[in-house]
């Protein structure tokens, strides 16, 4: 139970929570820094990812009364986010005129699971800080910081992958590569979870060693469909 919700309380949950999110969101934009996308959609696309949270919420705690516990609500769970986050960013994001190469739709995909970490991270924080635990609340943004939210780049990711590398596909084999993708990503994220929630934080090692994994090859892929992007281009053209 949160003891003491005040304006102050909120703040310090709202700035933890927000910029270290921030500062990752900077560095992997930075990636695309030759051509960076508008900052209004890139605005949307968080802020979407922040919607995502709103919409998941009330329908992951339907979940924990239906399934209980255990692996079944973890994979729901999964589930639920991964495919909200990507309905989201289709509905809002994905069909704009702004998105109109490969590259784009990892980078909006990743910005959508950034705004979906943010909002998490300040509603993990909201009881150990309104309860008085700074250092308990930090030490846990701190393992967020470079786990949890990691995670919804790299599950995101993966659908932006897929989405990128079908960009010239027919629609029956992107429907199928889009597919593929978001199973992956609930898949990792399940993974994840198992390893953090049903083991008790006893294998967070492993769950850790995914991430890293996933951050190898996620920054792989990204310089690929960077060399396609911009093998035929002059330097001072996008």
């Not at 495919?83 to 994905?94: D, E, H, S």
């Not at 909201?126 to 943004?141: M, Q, S, Y």
Request: with cysteine; charged share 10%; net charge neutral.
């Amino acid at each position: 139970m949160i003891s003491a919700l005040t304006p102050e309380t909120l703040g310090y949950a709202f700035l933890g929570g927000i910029l270290p999110v921030l500062v990752w969101l900077y560095f992997l934009l930075k990636e695309d820094a030759r051509c960076p996308e508008p900052r209004p959609l890139l605005f949307l696309a968080f802020m979407t990812g922040m919607l995502a949270v709103i919409v998941v919420l009330p329908i992951e705690t339907f979940m924990t009364t239906l399934f209980g516990g255990g692996v079944p609500l973890i994979v729901a769970w999964a589930t639920v986010e991964e495919v909200t986050k990507y309905a989201l960013a289709a509905a809002l994001i994905l069909w704009r005129k702004s998105v109109d190469e490969s590259l784009d739709l990892v980078v909006y995909m990743l910005t959508v699971a950034l705004g979906f970490a943010a909002l998490e991270n300040v509603l993990f924080l909201l009881t150990p800080f309104a309860d008085g635990h700074f250092l308990a609340g930090i030490v846990t943004n701190n393992l967020r910081f470079v786990g949890s939210t990691l995670l919804h780049v790299i599950a995101s990711s993966a659908i932006g992958f897929a989405l990128a590398f079908s960009f010239n596909w027919h629609k029956a084999l992107r429907t199928i590569a889009t597919t593929v993708g978001l199973i992956l990503a609930i898949a990792l994220h399940a993974v994840f979870n198992f390893f953090i929630i049903e083991q008790e934080g006893s294998q967070t090692i492993y769950a850790f060693f995914i991430v890293w994994i996933g951050i190898v090859v996620f920054f792989a892929l990204f310089e690929l469909l960077r060399y396609f992007r911009y093998r035929n281009l002059p330097k001072n053209i996008c």
